[in-house]
């Protein structure tokens, strides 16, 4: 079991701090914990918060074939789409090559792919960007600029990143979010939450037009920083898309398992 050791904190990260998220959203959404399923679904029209993720240890190949069809029907009775999220190091190695495939029978399509990744990395040193200032997301205003900041880089409907954050009180209270400013534009944000003794990295976006000038590191080390500095925790864990993953190993994290996003086909 010690070899999975680092994919099941990230799974199991994935499943507590989505369980807030979802919850955060509707008090009645979807945050059961099936037989080998995690599911964390709001279901919103913001994709992300739409959420099931595998949760066997070591599955062989025939046990993933069974659970990637019971998450796909899970998904089919949901009236918004999102994303079966599996991280492949869960799965035992000689069922790893054949995941995609099975995938495909099951009815889902890989969308992207992305990096679970985890460190004893806190504190940081206050960080600093000679082009921006970092203000928390404290208001309505903010945290609607921090979903539109999301949905631009992305790829999303602006409506769909607002459907998944507006009026958060929980965003704007109990989640340490952050935007990076250049004066009165914001341009890039960050957000860390505590999650089983730990600061989980969520939502980290930069607007298509400021990317490539360490403003994504900047306004996470923001993040991390303050998060760090509220809780006293030293560990931190995040799912990194493809794009993002270069960034954050020089925070200090370090990569585990490889995560394989689904949807519906």
């Known amino acids: 079991m ?3 050791a680092d994919s099941v904190e990230s799974m199991e990260q994935l499943a507590t701090v989505w369980r807030r998220m979802a919850l955060d959203r509707d008090a009645d959404a979807d945050v059961r914990d099936l037989p080998g399923i995690a599911v964390r679904w709001a279901d919103c029209r913001f994709a992300f918060w739409n959420c099931v993720t595998l949760t066997d240890v070591g599955a062989d190949a025939a046990l993933v074939e069974r659970r990637l069809a019971e998450a796909a029907d899970v998904m089919r009775a949901k009236k918004y789409p999102g994303f079966l999220w599996l991280f492949e190091d869960l799965v035992a190695p000689e069922a790893r090559p054949a995941l995609r495939a099975a995938a495909e029978r099951a009815g889902l399509a890989h969308a992207f792919g992305g990096t679970g990744m985890a460190g004893d990395l806190l504190p940081l040193p206050e960080p600093a960007h000679p082009d921006l200032t970092f203000v928390r997301v404290r208001t309505d205003e903010q945290l609607r600029a921090y979903a539109d900041l999301n949905s631009r880089a992305y790829g999303f409907p602006l409506e769909h ?8 009180t929980l965003w704007k209270e109990g989640v ?6 250049r004066g009165d534009t914001p ?13 989980f990295v969520v939502l980290v976006a930069t607007h298509p037009g400021w990317e490539r000038r360490g ?4 306004v996470t080390r923001k993040a991390l920083y303050e ?3 509220a809780t006293g925790l030293t560990r931190a864990t995040l799912h990194a898309t493809a794009a993002g993953a270069p960034v954050y190993p020089r925070i200090g994290f370090v990569p585990n398992s490889p995560i394989h996003f689904y949807g519906l086909a």
């Open 2 to 4: 010690t070899r999975y």
């Open 227 to 229: 998060g760090a500095r």
């Open 215 to 218: 403003y994504g590191e900047a």
């Open 161 to 168: 990143g607002r459907d998944g954050l507006a009026g958060s």
């Open 187 to 199: 341009v890039t944000c960050a957000a860390t939450v505590e999650a089983d003794g730990r600061l």
């Open 176 to 181: 340490h979010a952050y935007l990076g400013m």
